[in-house]
């Protein structure tokens, strides 16, 4: 369910992911060991971030604009893949969505199964976070997953590459 983006709703997110970033930048200067509250506001970070990223308003394909969309998502890969399956599954729920079998596609079933072949006290880390995404059920990470793979086809199509769908087919 993809719901229509809003500039206010965007502003809101971004705002709130500014400051979880500030200050879980500010509580790593000060105590980098201290785990709990590190996690807290990574997990933060990380909510605000895909929301941000998920209601920002469709404008002009701009090639700096990509660029920072583009680095905004691969830091926020690189801050999920530092949760732990457990602690991604409590931040984002899994969708009840229980007939996939029927339709041969993803639901709450497929994502359990992939979830419990993974050690849920590790890390996903940095070469297992795409296939994770690609492989989870929720709405705001099948968003965020679009979004991503939108502005990477605009950097294509921006540097003059072929998009991806035209080198796919």
Sequence with gaps: ????PNNELNLIYYNAFYNALKEYADTLKKDPKHYEDKTY???KVIFYGVKSVNTEEPTAVRKEKE???????FVLNDMMALLTPREFVNLFPIKKDFNGHKFCAKDYFYTKDY??????KDPIGNENILDFL?????DDIFEFVMNSMESLNNLRKLNGEISLMQEFF
């Design 67 to 73: 660029i920072d969309n583009f680095n905004l998502i």
């Design 134 to 138: 690609w492989a989870y059920t929720n």
């Design 41 to 43: 506001l990574l997990k």
């Design 1 to 4: 369910m993809i719901k229509k």
């Design 115 to 120: 979830i419990n072949k993974l050690n849920q």
